[in-house]
């Protein structure tokens, strides 16, 4: 069974940093595309970053130069290291693969809350 | 940026009734274009890709349909469980964009 379980959210101060985690199981993550996708409370989604199958990386441009998207293979873990951190920042952080149901978002971990204290 | 319009933004009807949720783009994407389902206090929920196929455990009632610009999903004969947001979601071009949502709710 394919779970995805992310970690590593809290509250921290405007312009502060944080890491969140996303442990998958039941597939190997360097074998897919895999992807960040953040919600604001109360607000709608908002793809933020992709790692793709061969280490090309995207980014929505309000967070470039400030989030990197990375995996571990061997701990077959997604990460996502952010830096100046900002209040819009503050959302709910969900990983997903792509590829596993033709290339969509499929399926989504239960997401982690970053809260950005202004 | 490929901008994703969804309409109604708020749809409100009774169980056994047929929803239909439209989204326009911008732009084309072809038929690269999905719908999730996220329920309150849930996780999002692929239900249909590429414009119209059922993601796997995806009631019948649930379908889609359109490409190019402009989308529908259908869910006929309504349950008191498919109240939820319902976002669309392509992927044709660089930044992924989804749409606003649309908030179904069950009298």
């Known amino acids: 069974e394919v779970q995805l379980l992310e970690s590593g959210g809290g509250l921290v101060p405007r312009g502060g940093s944080l890491r969140l985690s996303c442990a998958a199981s039941?597939?190997?993550?360097?074998?897919?595309?895999m992807n960040w996708v953040r919600q604001a409370p109360g607000k709608g989604l908002e793809w933020v970053s992709t790692?793709?199958?061969?280490?090309?990386?995207y980014y929505t441009d309000s967070v470039k130069g400030r989030f990197t998207i990375s995996r571990d293979k061997a701990m077959n873990t997604l990460y996502l290291q952010m830096h100046s951190l900002r209040a819009d920042d503050t959302a709910v952080y969900y990983c997903?693969?792509?590829?596993?149901?033709?290339?969509?978002?499929?399926?989504w971990g239960q997401g982690t809350l970053v809260t950005v204290s202004s | 940026e490929t901008v994703l319009t969804q309409s109604p933004a708020t749809l409100s009807l009774s169980p056994g009734e047929r929803a239909t949720l439209s989204c326009r783009a911008s732009?084309?994407?072809?038929?690269?274009l999905a719908w999730y389902q996220q329920k309150p206090a849930q996780a999002p929920r692929l239900l249909i890709y590429?414009?119209?196929n059922r993601a796997p455990d995806i009631p019948v009632r649930f379908s889609g349909s359109g490409s190019g610009t402009d989308f529908t999903l259908t869910i006929t004969s309504l349950e008191p469980e498919d109240v939820a947001v319902y976002y669309c979601?392509?992927?044709?071009?660089?930044?992924?964009?989804f749409g606003q949502g649309t908030r179904l709710e069950i009298k």
């Open positions: 732009q084309s994407v072809s038929s690269s």
């Open positions: 979601q392509q992927r044709s071009s660089w930044p992924i964009t």
């Open positions: 590429d414009a119209s």
């Open positions: 997903a693969p792509r590829g596993l149901v033709g290339d969509w978002f499929d399926p």
């Open positions: 790692i793709a199958i061969g280490g090309t990386t």
């Open positions: 039941g597939f190997t993550v360097s074998n897919f595309a």
